[in-house]
């Protein structure tokens, strides 16, 4: 019997351990790029081709690296993997709530399921086929981002031009309970509405004031009033801020929207809506500012083609491969997606509790999705 390498699940823990242990929250670019350093050391050692972008507007930086060219026999466009190495967790979860511990077949830690299990799976992945003397059909580029838990402001140029250049992109964000993946996320919008009224005495001239509040107050009830679940379209005014004191009208209110939506269609038409909001009441304005800041990831045919080149790897290991109906939660995926480009989302361990205190993957997932991702890397064509 030949001496092969396995895919060791305890090997693959380890080394996104090492990578949890290093805590990276998205607004602290110092930490982030902590982590940085670490995949890039290990991204070295396998002779791949780096850049480091330094961070901007305190994020950390985005590290990419790519296969050499004598690598693939295949010219041109390749394969995109999408990993974010920060997470939502401050600092200090590790010693505390969220522990790295195991229990029974959950494995607990900050980021660990959201998403540094499938940033390191899809790094192991390649060790793998490079250690079986193997290499990739195509040329594959690996894109790590600082900030996607905040909407990815700095990187989304970056992901955007990376994706032309590609014929497919991986991305590991945390699998779905149970072999699922994803293959359509909603489109995620953000809006922020500010009115302004007039300020006047509570007591004594109550009369003259006109109440930004109360002008809120109404249009958010318009507002949540487009949530259609049938339509699959969700508004959630989320955060809300406005006066000055208890005894004078209040001439000033904000209030930040996030919108979820299914299609560009309604992309277009719930972002036309909200610009042209009016107000309700007499006497006050209302500024509306947004838009669409991921923009929807709709399973096309391209999809659906690779979804089932995922299947039938998983298939080899005798299991069956699903996808999620599609998810309010937006990633990276969304804008590869949105320019054409076949998109397998979900591709990370399967766990449960992203940005909750009992974060966690589960171990037996680690093989499954270790020689998924590995399979891909090595047939993808
Ligand atoms: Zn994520």
């Known amino acids: 019997m030949k001496n092969e390498p396995k895919i060791d699940a305890d090997e693959v823990l380890g080394g996104i351990v090492e990578w949890v242990s290093i805590e990276s929250p998205s607004h602290d670019a110092k930490s982030v790029n902590k982590v940085v350093d670490h995949v890039e050391g290990q991204f070295r050692d396998l002779g791949l081709k780096l850049e480091r972008i330094p961070g901007r507007d305190g994020f ?3 590290l990419e690296a790519k296969t050499p060219a004598e690598w693939s026999q295949g010219e041109g466009k390749g394969i995109l993997i999408l990993a974010h190495l920060d997470t939502v967790h401050p600092i200090g979860m590790i010693e505390k709530e969220l522990k790295v511990r195991r229990e029974g077949d959950s494995i607990f830690g900050p980021g660990i399921y959201d998403m540094k299990a499938g940033g390191y799976i899809a790094y192991y992945a390649l ?17 790590f981002i ?4 905040v909407g990815s402001p700095t990187s989304r140029a970056r992901i955007e031009e990376a994706a032309k250049g590609h014929k497919y992109a991986l991305v590991m964000e945390p699998g779905r309970d ?3 993946v994803v293959t359509s996320r909603k489109g995620v919008g953000r809006f922020t509405l500010s009115v302004k009224g007039r300020a006047a005495h509570s007591g004594v001239r109550h009369q003259d004031g006109r109440s930004a509040i109360l002008e809120m107050a109404r249009q958010i ?8 679940y049938a339509r699959g379209i969700t508004c959630n005014v989320g955060l809300i801020r406005g006066g000055s004191g208890v005894n004078v009208t209040p001439a000033e209110c904000v209030a930040d929207v996030d919108l979820r939506v299914p299609s560009q269609q309604l992309a277009e038409e719930m972002t036309h809506w909200f610009l042209n909001l009016e107000p309700i009441g007499k006497d006050v304005t209302l500024t509306v500012e947004g838009g669409m800041n991921r923009p929807p990831y709709q ?13 039938a790897i998983y298939r080899e290991i005798g299991k069956e491969l699903h996808d999620v109906p599609l998810t309010g939660g937006g990633s990276d995926g969304n804008f590869t997606a949105a320019l054409g480009i076949p998109t397998l989302d979900g591709l990370g361990a399967d766990g449960k509790g992203a940005h909750a205190i009992d974060e966690q993957i589960y171990y037996s997932s680690l093989v499954p999705r270790t020689y998924l991702c590995t399979r891909l890397l090595e047939t993808l064509e």
């Open 221 to 228: 009830e318009r507002i949540e009033g487009k949530t259609d």
């Open 127 to 143: 060790r793998h086929l490079i250690r079986q003397g193997k290499r990739t059909k195509l040329p594959v580029t690996f894109l």
């Open 60 to 62: 950390g930086d985005i």
């Open 178 to 180: 149970g072999d699922k």
């Open 299 to 311: 399973k096309d045919a391209g999809i659906s083609a690779l979804f089932e080149k995922a299947q």
């Open 146 to 149: 600082p900030e996607e838990e």
